[in-house]
């Protein structure tokens, strides 16, 4: 059993930046590979970035490559989302995923918990 909570969300003008944070309890935090993903009204749920068990290693998602970067902190069993350069196109609502296993994946359906989602809402 895994809880996970989002927070650090809000409203951004384009061109700036917003740092979100997911805390989690539960089973032990540094079995887990984590996952952000992203929905936006009217879209599917699409993949952000993961992470691997270390933090040694990242995957992007092609359309946030370069601009975010995702990290984690197993001491503290929190995982983060740096996002620099917002667009408008990056509005959704955020939420964090957490994988019982080694192997980092990008789908939904791999992800065995989720966190409540936090909004992230970036003005032109």
């Known amino acids: 059993q895994v809880q996970l909570v989002e927070s650090g969300g809000g409203l951004v003008e384009a061109g700036g930046s917003l740092r979100l944070s997911c805390a989690a309890s539960?089973?032990?935090?540094?079995?887990?590979?984590m996952g952000w993903f992203r929905q936006a009204p009217g879209k599917e749920r699409e993949f952000v970035a993961a992470?691997?068990?270390?933090?040694?290693?990242?995957y992007y998602a092609d359309s946030v490559k370069g601009r975010f970067t995702i990290s984690r902190d197993n001491a503290k069993n929190t995982v983060y989302l740096q996002m620099n350069s917002l667009k408008p196109e990056d509005t959704a609502v955020y939420y964090c995923?957490?994988?019982?296993?080694?192997?980092?994946?990008?789908?939904?359906?791999?992800?065995?918990?989720w966190g409540q989602g936090t909004q992230v809402t970036v003005s032109s």
């Open positions: 539960g089973r032990t935090f540094s079995s887990n590979t």
């Open positions: 995923a957490a994988r019982l296993g080694i192997i980092m994946t990008m789908t939904t359906r791999t992800y065995d918990y």
């Open positions: 992470i691997s068990l270390s933090g040694s290693n990242t």
